[in-house]
Structure formats: C-alpha cells, structure tokens
C-alpha cells in the first residue's frame, strides 16, 4: 500500500519527479529524529562522563520504491525521470514532504546510494522493486515559505531627527531630515529548531543593529560604514554561507563589529525561549523613509 505522505523530488533545473504512481513509496526510514555524536571527557576518578557538546549527524533517508507499471517500458521510463532528478550531483535536490495534516516540509538533499535497477526472474513482469538513498548534509526539515519581518520609518511614529535636534511626529506621509529607528517587536517562532536567518539592510543608514534580546546575541554595523540610498547589505547566518555581502557580492565581514554574533545569532524555538517568542529591536540611524531592515527566516524541525 502506497504511503500516506505525499513525496516528490525535485531538482535546481526545475524537474520534479511526484511519487503518486506509477512509482510509489511503500515504506521509508530516517525521517524522525537524527541521532547526534557526542563529545565527552571524563576525570581520573570520574564515574561517568561529562558532556562537552552535542550536535547531529547528517541524515540519510531510505526510500522504498513500487514500481506498479503496465509494461516493462515504462519501468525504464520512470527509472530515467527520477535518474533526471539525481545526477546532478554537485546541485541542489530537495525532497518536499506533505503531510496527512496538510503540513509541508523540505529537506535539501544529495544522492547516496541505491536505486541500482535489481530485478528477479520470479513475480510479475512491469513490476519493480528498489531502494533509493539520499543524504541530507544539513539534517534539519524546513517549511518552503520564508517568513519575514520588515522594520522601517513609518509615518504616524516618533522618531529622532538627526538633522536638528528635534523629536518630529510623522502624522501625515512626509520625510524630514535623516531619522533614526528604535523599534522592539515579538517574534513568534513556530519551529522546533532553531532558524538561521537571512538579514537585508537596504540604505541609506548606518549603525544598524539587529538584537534578539531573548538570546541576547546581535549582529552590529560599525560606526562609520554608511550603507547610500539604492545599496543595500545581505548578511547570512545559515551554515554554509556566514557571509557578509555588499550590492556588487563581495563579501565584507569587516562590516560587522568583533562583538556580532555572526556564527550563532538565530531565531530561537520553545526550547530556548518561552513559547518561541522571540523579542528582537532593531537600531539605525540616518534612515529616510526608503530605509529597510529586514529579517528571513524558515520555521525548522528536527523531525518531519
């Protein structure tokens, strides 16, 4: 009997391959929780051990297949289209998910093992069997949609006017001078693992902040690195980017003061803040109204 979820593969080229027939899952492993490697050390006359640190290991995901097809052709055709898919092997894959619930989870993966072709001389003929590995470097699930949070200079608010000294109340769409923003808001994290987001400082601005007091990490622009009107900074807190780029896409992590949290600054699950509301205030100056700060992240599972 075909799984209850919902699997397709697809690929950076834009072919997808959907598992409702004539290839079916009928059972599959290494979805759930992926076991983490420990690091211990343990005293003279310890007994026991202490924990240093704990952190997954990369997730290897076995999918049976069912080949339910009308001629020994057609097993060939479909054994192509999902060999389309994989052989791309220095590109991204990604294995989406939908749940009974209606939920949808994405893995980023890469072809492991299997999906050899074996057949038998007993059974029927234009029915087919087969195993297909993939490897999940980055173990974690994550919702397809981003989610954002914009903070920006916003008619109708206080805000200090760096031109002359005075507070200006915003009461119709107007701009005065170059402001500054001083604004907290409680972002609600749905996730089961912590989110490393992407931020984008569009200019003009300068000395722009991005706190998450629940953690108390932030990431902080130096004095003096004036970000002018249409450019903008991208800074990416996700494993395997840790960067820093300007409009032209050249990395400058000397943007950011020694104390930034580059490595681990991140949106926090229930596990670390209470009910996952993460409190974040984000900090600017000399911003005009086409000023924009602004948060991405994924709601992300440790299981599907």
């Known amino acids: 009997m075909p799984n209850q979820e919902n699997f397709t593969l697809r690929n950076s080229a834009g072919n997808s391959y959907v598992f409702q027939g004539p290839v079916y899952i009928t059972a599959h492993d290494g979805l759930g929780l992926v076991p983490p490697r420990r690091y211990t050390r343990s005293g003279p006359q310890q007994h026991g051990q202490t924990l240093g640190a704990a952190y997954l290991n990369a997730r290897v995901v076995t999918l049976v297949l069912h080949y339910q097809c009308t001629t020994e052709a057609q097993i060939e055709t479909e054994r192509q289209k999902i060999s389309v898919i994989l052989n791309n092997l220095n590109a991204p894959i990604w294995l989406d998910i939908e749940m009974p619930s209606g939920h949808n989870r994405r893995l980023d993966v890469a072809y492991y093992n299997e999906n050899k072709g074996p057949r038998e001389a007993t059974g029927l003929w234009y029915i087919a069997k087969d195993t297909l590995q993939l ?6 699930w994550y919702e397809q949609a981003p989610l954002t949070e914009e903070f920006y200079i916003t008619p109708g608010a206080y805000y200090y006017n760096s031109s002359d000294g005075m507070d200006v109340p915003l009461v119709i769409p107007w701009r005065v001078g170059l402001s500054s923003i001083y604004e907290a808001r409680t972002i609600p994290y749905a996730g089961t693992w912590e989110s490393l987001p992407i931020i984008s400082i569009l200019g003009p601005c300068t000395s722009v902040e991005v706190n998450n007091l629940s953690t108390g990490e932030y990431i902080r622009i130096k004095d003096g690195i004036f970000v002018t009107a249409n450019n903008y900074l991208v800074i ?51 911003m005009t109204g086409d000023s924009k700060i602004t948060i991405t992240y994924w709601n992300r599972y440790w299981s599907y």
């Open 135 to 140: 490897i999940a470097d980055d173990p974690i």
């Open 236 to 286: 990416d807190c996700r494993y395997g980017y840790k960067t820093v780029k300007d409009a032209r896409g050249v990395d400058v992590p000397e943007y950011l003061t020694e104390a930034s949290k580059l490595a681990t600054f991140h949106i926090a699950p229930p596990d670390q803040v209470i009910d996952g509301e993460n409190r974040v205030r984000v900090t600017g100056t000399d």
